[in-house]
C-alpha cells in the first residue's frame, strides 16, 4: 500500500518517476491512481519522504496466491540472447511439474515480433512492454516495471540469466520484493512443489541445495550454457499481454552513453562459440598468447583464458572461463597451459570433446580430458596449426 503524507508539497517528481503513469497531482497533492503496481520508484523519488511503503512484515506469505513460471528475456543486438531460450525450456519442465503456465517478460521497443520465437522454444504467456526508452537496459527503468509486475501477478517462479544484466537486475529486484535468490544455479528442479536450486560453493568443491519456503517468488539466476534448449515449436500461440508503460527519462538516475565492445569485430563471443581455444598461465607471457589466437583462427573457434591469465592482464574479462568467468559447452574445448583447477573446469567440463596440452603430466586438466598432450606447447600448438591448415586448404 503506497500513502500520502502531509508531507507532499505537489512538486511532481514522482510523477516524472513513475513507469506505469500511475500517479497525477491533484490540488498540490500528488494521487494514486488504479494502476499502481507497488513498484516503489515513487518512494525512492520523493526527497521530502513524503511517500510511504506500507509492507506485511516478513513472515510466511499465502503461498496459493503465486503460480506460474517466469523467464526475463534478454535481448542482444538485434535479437534474443541464446540463454533465454535455455531458460524457457528449464522453466516449460519446471511449470510442467507443477501444473502451471511458462511466461516470457520481454521489455524493449519493437520487439513484439519476438513473441513468436519465444512461443516456439516454450513460453505459453508473454508480458511485453515496449516504449522508446526501452531500447537500452537501464537498472532503475527494468527493476521499477518488472517489479511491478511481479507484485501485480504474483508468479511463483521467476529466472534470470547469470549474465552482467540479470546479474544487475535480479539482486534489485530481490531487495525490492523482500525475497530469496540463488545465484549462478546449475541445477534447478521441484522438491514439494518448491524450487530446488542447485549451485557450487565452496570454491566449487560441493553442490548447494537451497530451498525458499517462506517468500515469493522463488528467484534464481542461471549460467549461460548450463541448461539444454529444447527444439522449438513454430506452432505454438502465445497469449501476449500488453502492458502500458511511460518511462521517463527525469526519473532515471545512470544513463548509459556508450558501450565498449572488449572483442573485435571478427571475434566470435565465448558464450556463443562451437569451438573455443584457451590459454592459461602456462602460455608463459601475453606476447604467447599470439598461439591461441592463430590455433582459435585456423579452427574457427573463439579464444579463451583461463582467471590466471586475465588477472595477468593478457586476456580481457569477457573471454575468462570459469566459476568465476564464463560458463561454456561448445562441441570442441582446447585448453593450453591450464593446469585445472576445479575453479576452471566448473565453467567447461560440460564441453562435447576436451583436448588438454600441458607438460605436466600430473596436470588435473587431463582427468576431464578426452584428449591429452604432454609436451611443450610452444612446440606443439605450432604442429597442430599446420596440421589444421592442411585440412582447411583441402576443403
Known amino acids: 500500500m503506497i500513502e500520502i503524507t502531509s508531507d507532499?508539497?505537489?512538486?511532481?517528481?514522482?510523477?516524472?518517476?513513475?513507469?506505469?503513469?500511475?500517479?497525477?497531482?491533484?490540488?498540490?497533492?500528488?494521487?494514486?491512481?488504479?494502476?499502481?503496481?507497488?513498484?516503489?520508484?515513487?518512494?525512492?523519488?520523493?526527497?521530502?519522504?513524503?511517500?510511504?511503503?506500507?509492507?506485511?512484515?516478513?513472515?510466511?506469505?499465502?503461498?496459493?496466491?503465486?503460480?506460474?513460471?517466469?523467464?526475463?528475456?534478454?535481448?542482444?543486438?538485434?535479437?534474443?540472447?541464446?540463454?533465454?531460450?535455455?531458460?524457457?525450456?528449464?522453466?516449460?519442465?519446471?511449470?510442467?511439474?507443477l501444473g502451471e503456465k511458462t511466461c516470457a517478460v520481454l521489455l524493449g521497443e519493437n520487439v513484439e515480433p519476438f513473441c513468436k520465437e519465444l512461443a516456439a522454444?516454450?513460453?505459453?504467456?508473454?508480458?511485453?512492454?515496449?516504449?522508446?526508452?526501452?531500447?537500452?537496459?537501464?537498472?532503475?527503468?527494468?527493476t521499477s516495471i518488472i517489479g511491478g509486475l511481479i507484485s501485480k501477478y504474483k508468479p511463483s517462479i521467476v529466472l534470470y540469466p547469470a549474465t552482467k544484466t540479470g546479474r544487475d537486475l535480479a539482486p534489485r529486484l530481490a531487495a525490492?520484493?523482500?525475497?530469496?535468490?540463488?545465484?549462478?544455479?546449475?541445477?534447478?528442479?521441484?522438491?514439494?512443489?518448491?524450487?530446488?536450486?542447485?549451485?557450487?560453493?565452496?570454491?566449487?568443491?560441493?553442490?548447494?541445495?537451497?530451498?525458499?519456503?517462506?517468500?515469493?517468488?522463488?528467484?534464481?539466476?542461471?549460467?549461460?550454457?548450463?541448461?539444454?534448449?529444447?527444439?522449438?515449436?513454430?506452432?505454438?500461440?502465445?497469449?501476449?499481454?500488453?502492458?502500458?508503460?511511460?518511462?521517463?527519462?527525469?526519473?532515471?538516475?545512470?544513463?548509459?552513453?556508450?558501450?565498449?565492445?572488449?572483442?573485435?569485430?571478427?571475434?566470435?563471443?565465448?558464450?556463443?562459440?562451437?569451438?573455443?581455444?584457451?590459454?592459461?598461465?602456462?602460455i608463459g607471457s601475453k606476447d604467447n598468447f599470439q598461439l591461441v589466437e592463430n590455433l582459435a583462427k585456423v579452427v574457427g573457434g573463439a579464444v579463451g583464458a583461463s582467471r590466471a591469465a586475465v588477472e595477468l592482464g593478457w586476456k580481457p574479462k569477457s573471454c575468462q572461463v570459469g566459476q568465476s568467468g564464463k560458463t561454456v559447452s561448445p562441441e570442441l574445448y582446447i585448453a593450453i597451459g591450464i593446469s585445472g583447477a576445479i575453479q576452471h573446469l566448473v565453467g567447461m567440463r560440460e564441453s562435447k570433446i576436451i583436448v588438454a596440452i600441458n607438460k605436466d603430466p600430473e596436470a588435473p586438466i587431463f582427468n576431464v580430458a578426452d584428449y591429452g598432450i604432454v609436451g611443450d606447447l610452444h612446440k606443439v600448438v605450432p604442429m597442430l596449426i599446420e596440421e589444421f591448415q592442411k585440412v582447411k586448404n583441402r576443403k
Request: with cysteine; proline share 5%; hydrophobic share 35%.
Open 176 to 282: 525490492l520484493l523482500e525475497t530469496g535468490l540463488t545465484a549462478d544455479c546449475t541445477g534447478l528442479d521441484i522438491k514439494d512443489r518448491q524450487l530446488l536450486q542447485s549451485r557450487p560453493a565452496f570454491g566449487g568443491n560441493i553442490m548447494a541445495d537451497i530451498l525458499c519456503p517462506a517468500r515469493r517468488p522463488q528467484m534464481a539466476t542461471v549460467r549461460p550454457n548450463v541448461m539444454k534448449k529444447t527444439s522449438p515449436d513454430h506452432e505454438r500461440k502465445p497469449v501476449v499481454i500488453n502492458i502500458p508503460v511511460q518511462p521517463k527519462l527525469e526519473g532515471i538516475r545512470a544513463v548509459v552513453k556508450e558501450s565498449l565492445r572488449t572483442l573485435k569485430e571478427e571475434e566470435k563471443s565465448i558464450e556463443e562459440a562451437n569451438i573455443i581455444v584457451s590459454g592459461g598461465r602456462g
Open 8 to 97: 507532499c508539497t505537489g512538486c511532481g517528481r514522482c510523477v516524472k518517476w513513475c513507469p506505469f503513469g500511475a500517479i497525477e497531482v491533484v490540488e498540490g497533492k500528488a494521487q494514486i491512481q488504479v494502476n499502481c503496481t507497488l513498484c516503489g520508484s515513487c518512494v525512492q523519488a520523493c526527497e521530502l519522504g513524503a511517500i510511504k511503503m506500507k509492507k506485511e512484515p516478513l513472515k510466511p506469505k499465502d503461498l496459493s496466491e503465486y503460480k506460474d513460471v517466469w523467464v526475463f528475456v534478454e535481448r542482444k543486438d538485434r535479437g534474443i540472447r541464446e540463454v533465454t531460450f535455455e531458460l524457457l525450456g528449464k522453466a516449460r519442465e519446471l511449470a510442467q511439474k
Open 121 to 142: 522454444y516454450g513460453a505459453d504467456k508473454i508480458y511485453l512492454a515496449e516504449h522508446p526508452h526501452l531500447h537500452e537496459y537501464n537498472t532503475d527503468v527494468y
